[in-house]
């Protein structure tokens, strides 16, 4: 081979150890951003005031009436903590099986209190026809698919 064509295959050879390498760096930012979004997920839902809207919640379901003020605002923010996990997992910036794991039980335990809260909202604010947190909804729907697989592989 002549000294050009060695140069041409030598720039060949970088250009695609370039290539590939960026690819890679990509790959691995993507993965390293979806987990730094879990943790920042997991971080707010493990806040006090989200703690409270979720027990609140429960308070509130079980006297059958709905909250006013400061403890309805809590409601609201951990519903919408919760449903912000659902869109995200749906879009695939977070794993669900990473979800389910460690917030699946929750979304089962909340699934009650919350379609109560999201149907009474929905009446007494007149929303007819705007759905009010539904990935909360799918969340909860995911909760029991993943829950009754784990309790078949446990049979297993």
């Known amino acids: 081979m002549s000294g050009i064509t060695w140069l041409s295959l030598i720039a060949i050879i970088t250009s695609i150890a370039a290539a590939a390498t960026s690819i890679l760096a990509f790959i691995y930012s993507r ?9 920042r997920l997991h971080h707010q839902m493990t806040q006090l ?3 409270k809207g979720r027990r ?3 308070q509130a ?9 400061k403890e309805r605002d809590l409601i609201n923010h951990a519903m919408a903590l919760l449903d ?3 869109f995200y997992q749906e879009k695939g910036h977070i794993k669900e099986r990473e979800v389910m794991k460690l917030w699946g039980a929750t979304f089962l ?5 919350g379609k109560w809260f999201i149907k009474r909202r929905t009446i007494e604010e007149n929303r007819h026809g705007q759905d009010l947190w539904p990935f909360f909804k799918d969340m ?3 909760a029991h698919k993943h829950h009754a697989a784990r309790q078949l592989s ?3």
């Open 140 to 142: 909860c729907d995911n």
């Open 49 to 51: 005031d989200a703690q």
């Open 109 to 113: 335990q909340l699934e009650e209190a």
């Open 84 to 86: 912000i996990v659902g």
């Open 56 to 58: 609140l919640l429960h």
């Open 31 to 39: 993965k390293i951003d979806k987990r730094e979004l879990f943790l």
């Open 154 to 156: 446990r049979l297993k």
């Open 61 to 69: 379901k079980k006297r059958g009436r709905m909250p006013i003020d």
